[in-house]
């Protein structure tokens, strides 16, 4: 499993990349505390996951990249916001094994519910 802080910036990505239906970012009005427990736990998972794929594709992975800029990268690339693992801030094989990898668990977006909190679906 991946720690909090990789956690919370896939979550402030994610906050700031999308925005709602006046034009304005996610993170201008929610929080990481507005993010609705079950949407919490399974983007855990699929960032764990992904982490995991990639350490076994890149051996040592951790050793050349931080865990917050694959997990930032993770959400921009998954969702296809112009910038991510392919951009030039990784070694260009890195950066298409993590793009491939990254293509393979689809787009999500969050949501705000009736009640308030943030769903991711």
């Given at each position: 499993?991946?720690?909090?802080?990789?956690l919370n910036a896939?979550?402030?990505?994610?906050?700031w990349s999308t925005?709602?239906?006046?034009?304005?970012?996610l993170d201008a009005r929610y929080s990481r505390d507005e993010i609705a427990n079950e949407s919490v736990a399974y983007q855990h998972k699929q960032v764990s996951q992904f982490v995991e794929l990639a350490e076994n594709s890149?051996?040592?992975?951790?050793?050349?990249?931080?865990?917050?800029?694959?997990?930032?990268?993770?959400?921009?690339?998954?969702n296809g916001h112009g910038a991510g693992f392919w951009d030039g801030d990784y070694k260009k094989e890195h950066g298409e094994i993590l793009t491939r990898l990254a293509k393979t668990f689809g787009e999500i977006s969050?949501?705000?519910?009736?009640?308030?909190?943030?769903y991711f679906i």
């Open positions: 499993m991946v720690s909090q802080s990789v896939y979550f402030e990505t994610a906050l925005h709602d239906e006046t034009g304005t970012a890149i051996p040592g992975l951790l050793d050349f990249y931080l865990a917050d800029w694959i997990a930032h990268d993770f959400w921009l690339t998954r969050p949501i705000v519910g009736v009640d308030g909190q943030l």
